[in-house]
């Protein structure tokens, strides 16, 4: 039974493996997008609880060393630093980037051709939430929305 299901699943019927390590990397970047803290060091601990919080998703899927999690799920965290040093306003531990000054940053992400205004530089200045479920009958929409913000927005011109 088990080469059947895995024939057809891809895996036990648990879970895939990279299925789970996606969801074990989408945790941490919430957890860092909620505590507003990219480091290496701050990571490592997210990590660490992360990988206890789902030891069973982990079992399920065939990944029984906590150091074959830990390596998976840390490659992920030179991506949310980039995120990060390009969305956020506000400052880290770890100096990503030379263009911090008093304390916050100046973000560069600059939505091209978005606004009739022009380009437009966007910064994330707040969470208010993560993981919120939402639905928006008219626009047949509805899902769970990842993180929602209160983000600036200024004309680059």
Known sequence: RL???????????????????????????????????VSRRSAVLFIRQIIRDRAETLLGCGITKQSEAFAEVMKTVP????????????????????????????????????????????????????EEWAMVPELGLKGIVDATVLARTKPVN
């Open 79 to 130: 991506q949310i630093q980039k995120f990060h040093a390009t969305y956020t306003s506000w400052s880290t531990n770890d100096k990503i980037d030379s263009s911090e000054s008093d304390g916050n940053r100046v973000p560069k992400a600059v939505l091209d051709g978005m606004y009739t205004s022009g380009n437009t530089l966007v910064s994330i200045e707040d969470v208010h939430s993560t």
């Open 3 to 37: 080469s059947v299901l895995q024939s057809r699943l891809g895996s036990t019927g648990l879970s895939a493996k990279s299925a789970v390590i996606g969801t074990l990397r989408h945790d941490l970047f919430e957890r860092c997008l909620q505590e507003r803290d």
